[in-house]
C-alpha cells in the first residue's frame, strides 16, 4: 500500500456502518489505519463491526443521524481518540412511491435521513476544521466522502423523495469544498451501485462466485478518497461499482438564446419573444435535464445506487 494511502492515527466516521455500504467502508478505512467512531439506529449490527475492527480503534455511536445530538455524540467519540479527520456519510432509508401517490411522511423520512443527516455531520465537522485551521493559522486535515445516487442524474421515477435528497447532497458537497477548501477541507461525492439491504428489492440476489455489486468493491475509493493521496480532489462527484469507477463531468449549458434576436426591440423578454424563442427547440420527449450516460457503465444496470 503507497504511504500516501495510509490513515495511521487519523480518526473517521462512518454513518450507517453497521451493514452494506457502510460496513464495507468501515473496514477499509480501519485497515488503512484509521481509528472509526461507527454510526447506525439501535438493534443494527454496527457493534459486531466495532468487533470485528477492535475495541482499541472503534466506537459506536447509535441514533438517528438527522438528530442534531447524534451528531454531536460522535464528534465527541472521534475527538476521544484525539482528533476527526474524515467524515463518510452514508446512512440511509428508502420510501419508495410514485410521487402522485407519496405521502408527506414519506417524502420528509427520506429528506430528512439522507439529507439533513448528511448536513448534521458536515456542519459539525466543518466547524470544528475551520476552528482548529485558526489556531493553527493554516490548513488542517479534513475530508468528507458524501453518497449520493445515480437517481438524482436519471429522475428516478419511483424515487422522488430519494432522487430530490441525493441532488440536495451533490450540491451540499460542491457548497463545502468550495466554502471550505481553505481550511484544509475536501469534501466529494459518490454514486455507488451496491446490493445492500436498502437496495435488496431493486438488485434481488447475489449471483454465485464474484458479486460485481459487492459494497466491498466501493469501499477502496472511499478510503482512498479519505487519504492524504487524494488531497487534489475536490467538489468531484463519482460513479462506482464493481472494477468501474467514472467522474461526471460538470453540467454543460444545453443552449443560449437572447431576446433581442428574437422579437424583442427592448432586448429583454416579452411573452412573444420567449415563444419565438423556443418554439421548436424540444423534442417533447421529457428527457431534459436527465442524464443517462452512466447506463453505459456496465452490463448490468438494474436498479440505482445507494
Not at 470485528?52 to 465527541?76: F, K, M
Request: glycine fraction near 10%.
Amino acid at each position: 500500500m503507497a504511504q500516501a494511502f495510509h490513515l495511521d492515527g487519523k480518526t473517521a466516521i462512518v454513518t450507517g456502518a453497521g451493514n452494506g455500504l457502510g460496513r464495507a467502508e468501515a473496514l477499509s478505512l480501519a485497515d488503512c489505519g484509521a481509528n472509526v467512531v461507527l454510526n447506525d439506529l439501535a438493534g443494527s449490527a454496527v457493534h459486531e463491526v466495532a468487533d470485528q475492527i477492535g475495541r482499541d480503534r472503534a466506537t459506536v455511536v447509535e441514533g438517528d443521524v438527522s438528530d442534531w445530538s447524534t451528531g454531536e455524540a460522535l464528534l465527541s467519540a472521534a475527538l476521544d481518540f484525539g482528533r476527526l479527520d474524515i467524515v463518510v456519510n452514508n446512512a440511509g432509508v428508502l420510501r419508495d412511491r410514485m410521487v402522485f401517490t407519496m405521502s408527506p411522511e414519506e417524502w420528509d423520512t427520506v429528506l430528512r435521513v439522507h439529507l439533513r443527516g448528511h448536513f448534521v455531520t458536515t456542519r459539525l465537522a466543518t466547524g470544528y476544521w475551520r476552528e482548529a485551521s485558526k489556531k493553527a493559522d493554516g490548513p488542517v486535515y479534513g475530508r468528507i466522502i458524501n453518497t449520493s445516487s445515480e437517481a438524482f442524474l436519471l429522475g428516478s421515477p419511483g424515487q422522488p423523495n430519494y432522487a430530490a435528497a441525493k441532488a440536495g447532497i451533490v450540491a451540499l458537497t460542491l457548497t463545502t469544498a468550495r466554502s471550505c477548501a481553505r481550511y484544509g477541507v475536501r469534501a466529494n461525492a459518490i454514486c455507488p451501485r451496491a446490493r445492500t439491504d436498502m437496495t435488496a428489492s431493486l438488485m434481488g440476489a447475489a449471483p454465485d462466485g464474484t458479486d460485481p455489486l459487492a459494497p466491498e468493491h466501493v469501499a477502496p475509493l472511499v478510503s482512498y478518497l479519505a487519504s492524504p493521496a487524494a488531497d487534489q480532489i475536490n467538489g468531484e462527484v463519482f460513479v462506482v461499482h464493481g472494477g468501474v469507477a467514472a467522474v461526471m463531468e460538470a453540467p454543460k449549458l444545453k443552449a443560449v438564446f437572447h431576446a433581442a434576436e428574437h422579437g424583442s426591440a427592448t432586448g429583454m423578454w416579452t411573452p412573444d419573444s420567449v415563444a419565438a424563442a423556443l418554439d421548436g427547440q424540444f423534442d417533447g420527449k421529457g428527457s431534459g435535464f436527465a442524464s443517462m450516460a452512466t447506463l453505459v457503465l456496465a452490463d448490468e444496470t438494474i436498479g440505482f445506487s445507494q
